[in-house]
């Protein structure tokens, strides 16, 4: 059986690397594990050896480790190849609202996503497949993503166009909606909807495998062990705390709570040594207020919810390579345990 | 260095960089140089309110000082006001059941929705009843389809109201003298390749017509190369390892103007007002 572990969290807060750290720790440890990741920092991308769109592949010098990166135009395709008629998956990708609907609609990268590591997760080639969520708004709509894709496929305005009947070639306008067409039609001009709605009659056809494979994903989000990565500025920390909110009712609630790019407390309260050069005691002071906020932050935090916070220590520069991303975990504190 | 003269700007950038305390801060450098000015938050993500003191942004502009003006943009009210005041829409469709079913149609017709959201920044802009208007524009991946939409809507739609408003709305976000986009960035990696990004394909695609990026959270320089012992060496290693790795980025994306980190505890509002200082100090 393959465990799982998605690392989420605010865009910025390097949440791709501590799933790269996670990954990586657990694979030197004896874990088959693969790594999925969405649109890393190149210079992450080149320590583990990835290129976009890739399949799975092992990271050179790591026996047990693999990466792979998702490509989320290209699984968009494939979630329409998967689940329609070849013909009718033809035209759905060569239409022009397809291409905007995978670039516009939110939740379609996120679900792209969602889709190819649970493809992993049934592939049970791992003992562990862990993953970064995409760098989207929040990070939450990664775990609403599947049935905010079933309720679109569903198509709230095809049953407003068709009063729910499921079309013929040629479609029947709700009598209902015959008004708002008219004006719509006014509005966006004359066969706009026509097209539309042929669009979506195809992608309705899509329908049942895209929901019953989006309720499967959703079983593999309550599955997996939830990382939460946040720093201690006001607004990844406003994130987090939604995560606590809202995750319950999605996916299994966060396991454990990283606070990256922590300072030491202890520069809050250092005084310099006598005649220490001015500009470096301006520097200790205001580097020791930030310490001092982020201690409070976190206080304030684990005041409220009591799940295991680490912290991992503010490194200057991105790991790059895998030794490197071994070793912030190992630089960590009070990190715990993770399944896998 | 006073504010830009422009009459809209629009402030993007990727999520987290703080766009919405250096939009909150360009309005009120701008107001204080006696501009009346709309702040508006476009994503609805609250982030404009804080920095503004505030709990939360009504659709409804809200006077905060003389002068100085907010409003956040509610998606269905601004539909209604949309299909009310600029559609015409008929007295024969009772408004909300017209408001949701359009709604739905503008979620599967690309540029639609967007146009909307869009089409309100740009009808304040153009009423004139402010001398600037500031939107918080959603983060660098979305806003690119957020400014595409006027020509999305050209090219899917052959005709009708709405291509007509899309022709003026295109007009306006590419004078240069009007209309200026704002992007935010951090001296970091993932920041600074979006930017990037986001700039090539919007100069490319020929969707602004006139911009300047803004570096925020700049570290300033440790102005001596003594070592220090203890936790002062310990600080200014740190700190000069981040400034080293900032100016790397600084130089392969120049901004246009830097914004300084802010260190300590401060509230939204004092950051917001602190970068405003900045602005218009030397």
Redesign the interface.
């Known amino acids: 059986m393959t465990n799982s572990i998605v690392v989420t969290g605010a865009g910025g807060v390097g949440k791709t690397t501590v799933a790269a750290a996670v990954a990586v720790r657990s694979a030197r440890a004896g874990k088959r594990t693969l790594v999925v990741t969405v649109d890393p920092a190149r210079r992450l991308a080149g320590a583990l050896g990835l290129e976009l769109g890739s399949e799975p592949r092992q990271i050179s010098g790591e026996p047990r480790l693999w990466g792979a990166m998702v490509d989320a135009a290209s699984s968009w395709q494939a979630v329409a190849r998967k689940h329609a008629d070849p013909a009718v998956a033809d035209r759905l990708i060569g239409s022009e609202f397809f291409l905007a609907a995978s670039v516009h609609f939110p939740a379609s990268q996120s679900y792209a996503a969602a889709e190819q590591a649970a493809g992993y997760m049934d592939e049970g080639s791992w003992d562990l497949v862990v993953v970064d969520t995409p760098p989207a708004a929040g990070g939450i709509e990664f775990f609403t993503a599947p049935s905010q894709m079933s309720d679109l496929v569903g198509g709230t305005l095809l049953r407003l166009l068709t009063g729910g009947r499921l079309p013929g070639r040629r479609f029947l306008f709700n009598r209902g909606a015959k008004p708002l067409l008219r004006f719509a039609d006014q509005l966006l001009g004359s066969d706009l909807l026509e097209r539309v709605a042929q669009f979506l009659m195809d992608l309705r056809t899509t329908y049942d495998g895209v929901r019953r494979r989006a309720e499967e994903i959703e079983g593999h989000f309550r599955r997996s062990f939830t990382v939460v990565v946040t720093t201690a500025d006001p607004a990844p920390l406003a994130e987090a705390i939604r995560f606590f909110r809202e995750l319950p009712s999605i996916a299994s609630p966060p396991g454990l709570v990283v606070f990256n790019r922590s300072l030491p407390l202890r520069w809050a309260t250092a005084t310099p040594a006598p005649r220490t050069n001015l500009a470096l005691a301006e520097n200790l002071s205001r580097w020791g207020a930030e310490a001092q906020r982020q201690a409070d932050a976190q206080a304030e935090f684990a005041s409220h919810y009591q799940t295991p916070l680490a912290t991992i220590p503010w490194v200057p520069q991105a790991p790059t390579d895998v030794d490197a991303l071994a070793n912030l975990i190992d630089l960590a504190e009070n990190w715990i345990d993770l399944p896998g | 260095m006073s504010p830009p003269t422009q009459r809209l700007l629009i402030v993007s950038g990727?999520?987290?960089?703080?766009k919405s305390a250096v939009a909150a801060a360009l309005a009120a450098s701008a107001h204080r140089a006696g501009r009346s000015v709309l702040a508006i938050d476009v994503?609805g993500?609250g982030?404009l309110a804080?920095h503004f003191g505030i709990g939360s942004l009504a659709f409804a502009p809200r006077e905060l000082r003389p002068g100085l003006h907010a409003m956040s943009i509610d998606r269905s009210k601004a539909l209604i006001e949309y299909l009310q005041v600029q559609?015409g829409?008929?007295g024969?469709?009772t408004l909300a059941p017209?408001a949701r079913?359009?709604d739905?149609?503008a979620?599967?017709?690309?540029?639609?929705r967007?146009i909307v959201t869009l089409g309100k920044v740009l009808w304040e802009t153009r009423s004139r009843r402010y001398d600037l208007v500031v939107a918080d524009c959603l983060?660098t991946?979305?806003v690119t389809?957020l400014l595409r939409a006027p020509s999305?809507i050209a090219?899917?739609?052959?005709?009708?109201?709405?291509?007509q408003q899309a022709e003026w709305m295109s007009d306006l976000l590419l004078d240069p003298v009007a209309t200026q986009l704002v992007l935010v960035t951090?001296a970091?990696?993932?920041?600074v390749?979006e930017t990037e990004e986001t700039l090539a394909y919007l100069l490319d695609e020929k969707l602004v017509g006139n911009h300047q990026i803004v570096a925020n959270r700049v570290l300033p320089e440790?102005?001596?190369a003594?070592a220090?012992?203890?936790?002062?060496?310990?600080?200014?290693a740190?700190?000069r390892?981040?400034y080293?790795?900032q100016q790397q980025w600084l130089e392969r994306l120049p901004p246009d103007r830097t914004l300084p980190y802010l260190?300590?505890?401060l509230t939204?509002g004092e950051v917001a007002a602190r970068l405003a200082d900045s602005w218009a100090g030397p």
Do not use: Y
């Open positions: 990727k999520g987290g960089v703080g994503a993500s982030g804080a559609a829409l008929p024969i469709l017209a079913a359009f739905a149609l979620g599967a017709a690309p540029g639609v967007e983060p991946g979305q389809g999305t090219e899917l739609v052959p005709t009708g109201r709405i291509r951090l970091e990696e993932l920041p390749v440790l102005r001596t003594a220090g012992s203890g936790e002062v060496a310990e600080a200014a740190l700190h390892a981040l080293g790795e260190f300590g505890l939204p």
